[in-house]
């Protein structure tokens, strides 16, 4: 089963032993970089790029669209200044989805401006992805820490406490 950080604690070699969650494109190869791990960060970099890029080009047939409607200045104004802040929200939200958990309900609240701003998301992704896999840090420590948990549980005691000695 997993709890609240993800970890699954089946049974991997030994009873209870946790498992890295897979990231998304990357499977549990960020554990320990191989399996094609360096050739999954220089695809994932180019396609959130390239996805970006495509982005901006559909919203910038959508700012013609919006001059040749002749909608006037404010409208235009309004779009693009939409675009830009829910873009900026979107990134800064995405960026810190990559150190911590999100929470639930905030971003359930926050959906629609991460669907305006996918832009910002789609950047934040492909940044993150020039120095690790996106979410790795956060996944890697929860997964060090539900070690560090297991191992604390499996050790034996190296004394019998019954034969402590007592202080006077």
Known sequence: MSDETGIQETPAGSPGTPHPDPLRLFGTTWVTHDNGYALRRIA?????????????????????GLQIADTGSFVTVLVVAMFAICSALAFRHTWD?????P?????ASLRGLLAIG???SLLAYFFRSLTE????KLHREEYEAALDRHEK???????????KRRRA
């Open 44 to 64: 994932a970099s180019i396609g959130s790029l390239a996805a970006a890029i495509a982005s901006c080009l559909v919203l910038r047939f959508a700012y013609e």
């Open 97 to 101: 989805g990559f150190t911590q958990r």
């Open 103 to 107: 929470d639930p309900d905030r971003l």
């Open 118 to 120: 996918f832009v910002g």
């Open 133 to 136: 896999a996106p979410g790795e």
């Open 153 to 163: 549980r499996t050790t034996r005691r190296t004394r019998n406490p019954s034969k």
